[in-house]
């Protein structure tokens, strides 16, 4: 049995595969966290669909995917992010627009000048295969640049989500932590695509992160949570990926959606016992508090 | 202390600003000086909120100017309504969001968590440090919100609405708080539909309608005709211990008729 689990740690593909999966996850539970809160979930799905336009055209182009795809994630997110600042339309149209547009834009050259075979799934639902070195240094990259970023800019990226107005009022340079938040939330899109793929990518922001939420009413503790739990999927998701013979991306994303579901039927029994004053054990709730 | 004896903190000279294309504030006018307590009151859709914002320096008119004493501190605490409850943030983290200059370090420092205690203290919310901000009664989420804004130790506090929608107990909780931190020094712009609380606690009030139509003591300001002014609607002012109340003329003289009409 054991020896099972560890057969594929032999090979380096998987090696690289298991740990770029697990630091997407905890990269993408610790970002979904903001992007929950700031009720943005449909830009993980957005930005994703927009960073595929970039991959097409990288693709067609002969230049570098990381490279070509970064900086149009990167550009799409940016104006998003000036879009909705405007506060002339929601940021749910402004996402809406603008990374569709690009996506459609993907599709499109994809279709004028031919499909770049494999790669053009890989993209789209994540590959095991794909993965190599350069794509663990890059999320490697990206995980101690949102690390950085949180760490070093924790309050201010708090009271941000929490309280725009007031921070702005407070000293807090408002503009600026929404952009340095989107740009890193593309550079964490870009980074886990390989393995997550496009159409699975918002899930894995997503669904950390509202897990983590039912179990805690505090800020940090939802953060440390979503980041554990991504990882663990992840982390768990690859290795089911390799044994059931399906690909890594759907894989994760049904880890984390049972994970939500068994979370969500305890805390609602817990909720429900404590609603009726029958006595318990203290709540998931306050215990993890 | 007379206002002439204290110094000016924010001044507003001509100032018009609003959204999009479409002016909210016309040519105002209006200083606001160390330990002064101000209540703007006016109408729904009179600006009182975009004055505050003005003040607060997070919208800037499109005429007239903004002049602030160097180095002001300005707190501000928003309506209640405005808050997302759900967000996952007990008492002791909301607090110490207002301490974003200077620790980078995403933990409290041993002197931030003793100013934390110290300030939760003094507004005794003490014992709620590790609650989440929804699970407190209206009084004690009003003192979170204003315990945030002490901890930056603000110069000037501006507080939207912080008397709407609470009842007559929560109100005179909230507005002897208010009272007892101006008497510390601290100054205070309030905005407020509530003219008779109003009346009894702020020395001074703003009556706005996109413009200032009046400003100065409660007897000079809460007069007929400027309500009349501010409100498009009839209001008598008649006097009680002192102190002006206002009442609604027009429903002071249709209720014997509707209640003719029913017998």
Sequence with gaps: MIDEFLGPFDFEFFRNGVLVATMAGALCGAMGVYVVLKGMSYIGHGLSHAIFGGFAASSLLGINFLLGAGAWGIASALMINTVTRRRVIGSDAAIGVITTASFALGLALFALFGTAGQSFDAALFGSILGVGTDDVIAIFVVCILAAALIFLRYRALMFTTFDPEVADVSGVNTARMDALLTVVLACSILATMQVLGVTLVAAVLVIPAATARMLTNSFARMLQLSTVMGAVCGFIGMNLSYHLDVQSGPTIVLVAATLFAAVFIVTGVTGRRRAAGISTPAPLAARVD | ?263
């Excluded at chain 2, 605490?77 to 759900?86: A, D, L, M, R």
């Excluded at chain 2, 929608?165 to 002897?176: A, N, Q, S, T």
């Excluded at chain 2, 498009?232 to 509707?258: F, W």
């Design chain 2, 1 to 263: 202390m007379s206002r002439s004896e204290r110094h000016e903190l924010l001044c507003l000279a001509g100032v018009t600003c609003g959204y999009a294309s479409e002016a909210v504030l016309v040519d105002v006018d209006m200083a606001i000086h160390s330990r002064e307590f101000v209540g703007i009151v006016g109408p729904s859709g009179a600006g009182k909120t975009t004055a505050l914002r003005v003040l607060a320096g997070s919208l800037r008119p499109a005429h007239g100017s903004v002049t602030r004493k160097a180095g002001l501190r300005v707190a501000y605490v928003p309506q209640v309504e405005t808050i997302n409850w759900s967000f996952p943030v007990t008492v002791r983290e909301c607090v110490l969001m207002s301490r974003v200059r200077g620790r980078r370090l995403p933990w409290a420092s041993r002197a931030e968590r003793s100013q934390v205690a110290e300030v939760l203290a003094r507004l005794d919310i003490d014992e709620l440090a590790d609650r989440h901000i929804r699970e407190l009664s209206g009084g004690q989420q009003q003192r979170v919100f204003i315990a945030r804004a002490l901890l930056g130790e603000p110069e000037l506090l501006l507080m939207d609405e912080p008397t709407s929608g609470v009842d007559v107990r929560l109100r005179h909780e909230v507005l002897h708080l208010l009272d007892d931190l101006n008497a510390r020094g601290l100054a205070i712009v309030l905005t407020t539909h509530d003219l008779n609380g109003i009346a009894a606690h702020l020395p001074r009030i703003v009556c706005l309608n996109r413009s200032v139509i009046g400003d100065g003591e409660p007897h000079e300001v809460l007069t007929s005709d400027v309500l009349e002014r501010t409100y498009g609607a009839s209001l008598e002012v008649l006097e009680h211990g002192g102190m002006p109340v206002v009442v609604d003329s027009y429903r002071r003289a249709q209720r014997p008729h509707v209640m003719e009409s029913h017998a």
